[in-house]
């Protein structure tokens, strides 16, 4: 079982930046896939970022790619969205996420775990 808490969501001006921060327990958390997701007010959940087990690859969504970074500590259970260049477009509620398989993945389906999410307003 891995619990995962988010935080680090808020409201920012467009052009600010913002740091999310997720928490995980278990010991699966260090050996996971981990993704970040968000989901706007009447839209899908929609895929933002993603970090293999190893933290060695990355992938992005085209809409923020060069804007935010993913990372991860495995020695603090927490992966980590920084999120630059904000626009109105990403307001949403961003959420993490664990997939315990062992390939990378951009589909929500694909993941075990969740947060309960963290909103981020970026006001124009």
């Known amino acids: 079982q891995v619990q995962l808490v988010e935080s680090g969501g808020g409201l920012v001006q467009a052009g600010g930046s913002l740091r999310l921060s997720c928490a995980g327990s278990?010991?699966?958390?260090?050996?996971?896939?981990l993704g970040w997701f968000r989901q706007a007010p009447g839209k899908e959940r929609e895929f933002v970022a993603v970090?293999?087990?190893?933290?060695?690859?990355?992938d992005y969504s085209a809409s923020v790619k060069g804007r935010f970074t993913i990372s991860r500590d495995n020695a603090k259970n927490t992966v980590y969205l920084q999120m630059n260049s904000l626009n109105p477009e990403d307001t949403a509620v961003y959420s993490c996420?664990?997939?315990?398989?062992?390939?990378?993945?951009?589909?929500?389906?694909?993941?075990?775990?969740w947060g309960p999410g963290t909103q981020v307003t970026v006001s124009s």
């Open positions: 996420a664990v997939r315990t398989s062992v390939l990378v993945s951009t589909s929500p389906r694909d993941y075990r775990y």
């Open positions: 278990g010991r699966t958390f260090s050996s996971a896939v």
């Open positions: 970090m293999s087990r190893s933290g060695g690859y990355t």
